[in-house]
């Protein structure tokens, strides 16, 4: 099932990473190092996150700069949580300063080491966010029109429970101006082709960009679990790993497997676009592409030629 709407990142399938802002020079150069790697695959856009609540807000900030002027598309995340509209004014100035024309909003999630006054915020939901991105825009009196992503969550969100009312608050992201959704990881694609077909038919036509992420490791798998509350672990997926033992060159060729089979799947059902989360590192996707066939560049335009070409 196709989206209706013209490609928003230049192509359809988009394929994007995404990154998070580095603490020490070390990580820096780490991930310079990750985005000269990916670059070659001239992804659709790369995407930085934002601690909820000011914590990365700079160097969020400074990544997309550097990302910007190394000639990637780059799309900041920003979240609401801890915010006044002055600061959240604040900070889409420097993002679209830093060449930023689209931005991921969301919520974010109340900081947990940390006090925190929910008073204080401007705005409890992603999709007050997105109105107010709009009319930021509006009052700026911006040249363009600024691209908005929001989060989905194929799975669910946990803060609610019902999965119909869920989709009525996904709807109010897209009626406030949102164009696109990019989703939460997931591991089993059956979540995600659900997902879609409740979007289409509640009437939702924007792209939705799967989000996905190799298990590489044991501890990126806690990692995951971590970050990702509402995500499920497939038992396939468990047993493999269990069945390596502990030895990590094994955990890591299942995860890449896993991540290609899922990605082949995605394509193969003309997914609007696939978002890895990187974790700052290349390895994991670069063997993907290659499991995928892609290993030079990827040449979207040949592969519609001969997609095309096999159903005439
Ligand atoms: C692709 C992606 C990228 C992310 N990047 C970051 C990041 O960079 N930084 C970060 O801190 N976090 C990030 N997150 C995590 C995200 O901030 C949290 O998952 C957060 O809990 C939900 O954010 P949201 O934007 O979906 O919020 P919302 O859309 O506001 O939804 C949050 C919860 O509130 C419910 N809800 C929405 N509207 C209403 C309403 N009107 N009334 C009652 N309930 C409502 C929703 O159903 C949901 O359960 C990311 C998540 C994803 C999927």
Redesign the pocket.
């Known amino acids: 099932m196709m989206s209706a709407k013209p490609a928003l990142f230049g192509h359809v399938p988009s394929f994007s990473f995404?990154f998070f802002p580095p603490k020490t020079p070390e990580g820096a150069s780490a991930l310079y190092d990750t985005v000269m790697k990916l670059r070659v695959f001239r992804p659709s856009f790369v995407?930085v996150?934002?601690?909820?609540g000011g914590g990365s807000r700079e160097l969020t900030r400074s990544v997309v700069q550097d990302i910007q002027e190394s000639g990637i598309p780059t799309v900041p995340?920003l979240?609401c949580?801890g915010h006044t509209e002055q600061e959240l004014a604040d900070i889409l100035e420097g993002y679209v300063h830093a060449g930023a024309r689209a931005v991921?909003?969301?919520?974010?999630?109340p900081p947990r080491n940390r006090p925190y006054d929910p008073g204080r915020d401007a705005f409890?939901?992603?999709?007050d966010l997105v109105r107010f991105i709009r009319s930021w825009e509006e009052q700026r009196g911006l040249p363009f029109r600024l691209i908005i992503g929001?989060?989905?969550?194929p799975e669910g969100?946990?803060?609610?429970r019902n999965r119909i009312?869920?989709m009525d608050?996904?709807k109010?992201?897209l009626d406030e101006g949102a164009d696109y959704i990019?989703?939460?990881l997931f591991f089993d694609n059956h979540a995600f082709f659900d997902y879609r077909d409740r979007c289409r038919l509640l009437g939702i036509d924007v792209p939705i960009i799967a989000?996905i992420m190799p298990v590489t490791s044991i501890s990126s798998m806690n990692r995951m679990a971590e970050l990702s509350?509402g995500t499920n672990f497939p038992a396939r997926l468990l047993k493999a790993m269990l069945r390596a033992g502990g030895d990590k060159a094994s955990i890591e060729r299942i995860g890449i497997n896993y991540a290609s089979n899922q990605c082949g799947e995605l394509l193969d059902a003309e997914v609007d676009g696939i978002?890895f989360y990187t974790l700052n590192r290349s390895r994991a996707t670069l063997e993907i592409y290659r499991n995928l066939g892609i290993n030079n560049y990827f040449d979207v335009d040949r592969i519609h030629m001969l997609s095309n070409l096999y159903k005439s």
């Open positions: 995404e995407s996150t934002y601690g909820a995340h979240t949580v991921l909003a969301l919520r974010g999630d409890r939901h992603a999709s929001v989060a989905g969550f969100h946990p803060d609610t009312r869920e608050y996904l109010a992201k990019c989703t939460q989000g509350a978002h």
